[in-house]
């Protein structure tokens, strides 16, 4: 058995894409899908999202209609982005981070193309999720709590971005991105060459310059 903690937030293209290549995933992997605030992490990080630099923000929609093409994989980029994604991270914790529920929400977002702070997607959302009533569930004060506690803890384990896998053993391996995707289905099959002396020297490289900020 090989345990994955898979941090994410639905407000990442990447993210998407990923969640609908998991069938890739080995048989005996047990993965626990954890809602994080990526607003929060580029803050603990000082760092920006792609969507903050103009040019990268149109390189990154149109790599990822792009790449999920490319995997067949519906995709229709939300009329605004970026987007308050709260609403969609707090019900997937009220869910108990059900995947069923979680590609509920990701499917409103980049396959219906909704915007998922407006009424018609809290409609499709309350229509579909196991939920009495999705405002109440997403103000409760337990699952605000959790989010800040996962996107704490994501911070812990080093993740600085998502998607994330983290593997839960010793190596504490953190596979960032889509385009590590392959990278973390050669690791789950052997760890050799991710233990050879290269990758751990890699670990504490030294710099050699710094940029001012």
Not at 16 to 39: G, M, W
Not at 74 to 80: D, E, I, V
Request: charged share 20%; glycine share 4%.
């Amino acid at each position: 058995m090989q345990k994955l903690t898979w941090y994410f937030d639905f407000i990442s293209p990447f993210a998407y894409i990923q969640f609908k290549q998991f069938s890739r995933l080995p048989d005996d992997t047990q993965l626990e899908l954890k809602p994080i605030l990526l607003a929060g992490l580029l803050k603990h990080w000082n760092n920006v999202g792609p969507a903050e630099v103009p040019p990268k923000r149109t390189f990154t929609y149109q790599h990822c209609h792009w790449r999920a093409h490319q995997l067949n994989i519906s995709f229709k980029m939300p009329p605004n982005h970026p987007f308050n994604s709260l609403l969609g991270l707090r019900l997937a914790i009220a869910c108990e981070n059900d995947p069923s529920a979680i590609e509920t929400i990701f499917n409103v977002i980049w396959q219906e193309g909704m915007d998922l702070n407006s009424r018609e997607a809290e409609s499709y959302l309350a229509a579909n999720l196991p939920l009495k009533n999705i405002q109440s569930a997403a103000a409760n004060t337990n699952v605000k709590e959790r989010l800040r506690t996962n996107t704490e803890q994501a911070a812990a384990e080093q993740v600085f971005g998502v998607p994330s896998f983290v593997t839960q053993d010793t190596n504490k391996m953190m596979f960032w991105g889509l385009d590590a995707f392959d990278m973390l289905l050669d690791y789950l099959q052997s760890k050799q060459f991710f233990e050879s002396p290269e990758m751990q020297r890699l670990k504490n490289l030294p710099e050699g310059i710094q940029r001012k900020r």
